[in-house]
């Protein structure tokens, strides 16, 4: 059955192939911009806006507003005519793995995600369009990964097969965007020194504990996963949900080059403990566990009942705005050192990007649905839309200079989360083309001098680890083995984590459940396709 699927999805491809050679006749310099008939590139230009549905990731502390000035914008410049469904960030692996896998209600393009973990296995299987395969539909994408010198990041995105499946957003450089942010009021109150290791970040939420017997000093924004991911890396692992690898137990040696299972190593067994005995000392947020969304932690941050986080800079002035109390100062720190050093989550120069399902490729307007999305996203007057807003609205050009309209400048909240908030520039879902130096318009001097310190640091920010090679077969053994694997870490996590297990005495208890569950051979599929 799987062959035959696959076959007729071959055939669905080489018949949009073929018509795409057929439009391309006599159009080999075509314009990265191009997408009617009428600017040279050979592609049919529908006279009414093309139709497209999407699935957006949806983060409850930028919700998603159909009438945002970005998305008005670039729909009238890319003659589109966008369905947008908004899915809350904690359902949308569940929602776009039911699509993918089901066929069913699939949209013509979903954002925001990559082809690791399950949906590799499911690229590989014939779900989703290898995109890789028609470069002349993606012009304004080929160009940027040009212009960024991008060819080998995209090399590192293909899968077994050699190609690749979704575009990805493009950053010209990484850079620090989230971290610890803590209260750098109460440390000036407490003459505390600014924390460089996670035992300095224990004493002091141990001291603002002490004088807030109520508070919890540690909390988190949307789900541990954003704690997990933050933080593991300077414990030597990244693992659950948004684990690195995508693989959910497994962790990469930078040392080795070698994948190892992290979720059994002494390494999670240390991380583990840190956690229990946060919970455990009150000093880490009780609803850890349950979804915090964006308003809740603002308040819980605003008010002091939290003095601690790990979230987004651009989150910063929207808590001080709201709070009443007094002198209230936030302030992000560089990655804190731990057991492994100190490193921040790892990142490449790509990030999540746009899948097309397979059923996509049945429309008869494939290319230009591509063509279309090609141009809504990576082309320059789109990337910028999406970055700065319209020109004349929200900014102006004085030479090279950025100059944010008046009301911007003068938001309490500031210019970058007003930019979100108000006309939906910065949304990661959104926004594929990443440009380092316009980015850090939107900012204070003190982040640039946060991002000037962080790059610094030797391997603060390190490179994701490689994809594994699987072909359809063996991502799909990965992908059975991965969701006990998961399920199981999660608990156990939960668990640990909360006191209801002990990380001392029940370790033995959870590494045979997880060797039953086979992690060691999951680990050796992952290496042995390197």
């Known amino acids: 059955m799987k062959m035959q699927w696959k076959k007729a999805l071959a055939g669905i491809l080489a018949t949009a192939f073929a018509c795409s050679a057929i439009a391309g006749c006599g159009n080999n310099a075509a314009s990265p911009d191009s997408t009617s ?316 990007g746009i899948l097309f399902p397979k059923k996509t490729a049945e429309r008869p307007d494939f290319e230009q649905v591509v063509r279309t999305v090609d141009k809504m996203f990576y082309s320059d007057e789109c990337a910028d839309i999406w970055c700065l807003g319209v020109e004349g609205k929200t900014y102006t050009r004085e030479g090279d200079k950025i100059v944010y309209s008046d009301e911007i400048l003068n938001s309490p909240d500031g210019i970058y989360k007003t930019m979100q908030v108000k006309y939906g520039c910065g949304s990661d879902p959104f926004q594929k083309v990443w440009v380092n130096e316009q980015e850090m318009t939107k900012y204070d001097e003190n982040y640039a001098r946060i991002n000037k310190e962080v790059a610094a640091m030797k391997d603060s920010i390190r490179p994701l680890p490689p994809t594994p090679k699987f072909d359809d077969l063996q991502a799909e053994e990965a992908g059975v083995l991965r969701t006990p694997l998961a399920d199981a870490f999660d608990r156990w996590m939960n668990d640990f984590t909360t006191g209801a297990k002990s990380v001392e005495k029940d370790w033995d208890t959870y590494v045979q459940e997880m060797k039953n569950l086979q992690i060691e051979k999951y680990c050796e599929i992952y290496n042995s396709n390197l």
């Open 37 to 352: 008939a009428t600017d040279g590139s050979g592609a049919q230009s529908p006279e009414s806006p093309i139709k497209i549905t999407m699935y957006y990731s949806d983060n409850a502390t930028l919700p998603f507003k159909e009438d945002w000035l970005s998305v008005q914008e670039v729909q009238k410049i890319a003659n589109v005519d966008l369905k947008i469904e908004a899915i809350p960030i904690a359902d949308y692996d569940t929602k776009v793995s039911l699509a993918l896998n089901t066929g069913n209600n699939a949209p013509d393009v979903i954002l925001y995600k990559m082809t690791t973990g399950e949906i590799a296995s499911l690229a590989l299987n014939g779900a989703i369009v290898p995109i890789g395969d028609h470069p002349e539909w993606t012009p304004n994408f080929n160009a940027k990964v040009e212009e960024f010198g991008m060819k080998e990041d995209i090399d590192k995105v293909r899968l077994k097969d050699g190609k690749f499946y979704y575009l990805p957003a493009l950053y010209d450089k990484p850079f620090y965007d989230g971290g610890l942010i803590l209260r750098e009021d109460f440390l000036e109150k407490n003459n505390l020194p600014a924390p460089k290791t996670y035992d300095d970040l224990y004493n002091i939420l141990k001291k603002y504990k002490e004088q807030n017997p109520n508070s919890y000093p540690l909390t988190i924004l949307a789900g541990p996963r954003v704690l997990y991911r933050m933080t593991m890396p300077a414990f030597g692992i990244s693992l659950g949900k948004n684990a690195a690898s995508g693989s959910w137990t497994l962790s990469w040696d930078y040392e080795t080059g070698k994948y190892f299972p992290g979720a059994i190593s002494d390494k999670f067994k240390e991380y583990a403990a840190f956690m229990a005995k946060l919970y455990a000392e009150g000093l880490l947020d009780p609803e850890m566990a349950d979804p915090i969304d964006g308003d809740k932690w603002a308040q819980k941050m605003a008010t002091g009942v939290s003095m601690a986080t790990y979230a987004y800079y651009d989150q910063i002035g929207g808590v001080v705005g709201s709070s009443k109390v007094e002198g209230i100062k936030l302030q992000m720190y560089p990655p804190l050192a731990g057991p492994a050093g100190a490193h921040h989550q790892e990142k490449n120069r790509t990030a999540s």
